[in-house]
């Protein structure tokens, strides 16, 4: 590993052209082959709905409460 804090200039300019290099969608990284990389993440997807439908009930039942005073 280089732990230099400076480069010159000819590492500096082959750095710029490394970073502004669009990626290459073509040939991924390794990583990307791996069978794990390519699941799709598990997260909460069933956490928004359910949200949602647990307000609309409390809104709905204070309504209908608010209405029966």
Same mark, same amino acid.
């Given at each position: 590993? *280089?732990?230099?804090?400076?480069?010159?200039?000819?590492?500096? !300019?082959?750095?710029?052209?490394? #970073?502004?290099? %669009?990626? *290459?969608?073509?040939?991924?990284?390794? *990583?990307?082959?791996?069978?794990? =990389?390519?699941?799709?993440?598990?997260? !909460?997807?069933? /956490?928004? %709905? !359910? /949200?949602? /439908? =647990? =307000? #609309?009930? #409390? /809104?709905?039942? !204070?309504? #209908?409460?608010?209405?029966? *005073?």
């Amino acid at each position: 590993m *280089d732990t230099r804090e400076s480069q010159t200039p000819e590492e500096e !300019l082959q750095h710029f052209k490394e #970073v502004s290099e %669009p990626e *290459d969608f073509a040939h991924p990284e390794p *990583d990307e082959t791996q069978p794990e =990389a390519r699941e799709p993440s598990r997260g !909460l997807p069933w /956490v928004l %709905p !359910l /949200v949602i /439908v =647990a =307000a #609309v009930a #409390v /809104v709905g039942f !204070l309504l #209908v409460m608010g209405m029966s *005073d």
